[in-house]
Antibody, heavy 119, light 110 residues
Framework: QVHLVQSGAGVKQPGASVKISCQASGDTLTSYYVHWVRQAPGQGLEYIGIMNPRNGDRSFAQKFQGRVTATRDASTSSVYMELSSLTSEDTAVYYC????????????WGQGSLVTVSS | QSALTQPASVSGSPGQSITISCAGTSSDVGDSKYVSWYQHHPGKAPQLMIYDVDSRPSGVSNRFSGSKSGNTASLTISGLQAEDEADYFCCSRTTSALYVFGTGTKVTVL
């Protein structure tokens, strides 16, 4: 059974950065695309971007460009998403998801990471 | 990219059928065969229910079905059961090769 395990949640100060990790248990992420979305309180899901852990290619929604980065650690088969210059509007639950390349759907999701931006 | 529009809530009695709409544009739903639907019980990881507009993953009940007409996709749950009470959201690949999600629908079983 595959599980995507996330870590990196917490309370952050305005202006700070948050780095969330996503790791697969029961499988490796190397053969899949990893996507990120977030859900602010009372809101729908907002798409952030995608990373190919195999070659490091990444693409982000225009709204987040310049403020988000995605990296990978092959030794742990982990993918990281870092969002900088946080404001209260970044308070949300952040999810990572797995896509089998070219399937265009997400078969496994992480449990979510709550990031609260507050002074 | 604006979120796809879903009704905030839909309700039905056990055994009834309900349909959740997902309205987009010609830049996403209308131009994509990659529409998917997810069920989300709060506190748990979302679960894939429908992909490629109308395909069902193995293990998902055939009470769940998907369709699309023009810029609007739909998820129908037939024979509504108590366990179907959850949040549902749609997702579409866009012409820019990224994704956009729906606003989400809370399904209540009366």
């Amino acid at each position: 059974q595959v599980h995507l395990v996330q870590s990196g949640a917490g309370v952050k100060q305005p202006g700070a950065s948050v780095k969330i990790s996503c790791q697969a248990s029961g499988d490796t992420l190397t053969s899949y695309y990893v996507h990120w979305v977030r859900q602010a309180p009372g809101q729908g899901l907002e798409y952030i971007g995608i990373m190919n852990p195999r070659n490091g290619d990444r693409s982000f929604a225009q709204k987040f460009q310049g403020r988000v980065t995605a990296t990978r650690d092959a030794s742990t088969s982990s993918v990281y998403m870092e969002l900088s210059s946080l404001t209260s509007e970044d308070t949300a639950v952040y999810y990572c998801m797995r896509e089998t390349p070219a399937s265009c759907y997400f078969d496994y999701w992480g449990q979510g990471s709550l990031v609260t931006v507050s002074s | 990219q604006s979120a796809l529009t879903q009704p905030a809530s839909v309700s039905g009695s056990p055994g009834q059928s309900i349909t959740i709409s997902c309205a987009g544009t010609s830049s996403d739903v209308g131009d994509s065969k990659y529409v998917s639907w997810y069920q989300h019980h709060p506190g748990k990881a979302p679960q894939l229910m429908i992909y490629d507009v109308d395909s069902r993953p193995s293990g998902v009940s055939n009470r769940f079905s998907g369709s699309k007409s023009g810029n609007t996709a739909s998820l129908t749950i037939s024979g509504l059961q108590a366990e179907d009470e959850a949040d549902y959201f749609c997702c579409s690949r866009t012409t820019s090769a990224l994704y956009v999600f729906g606003t989400g629908t809370k399904v209540t079983v009366l």
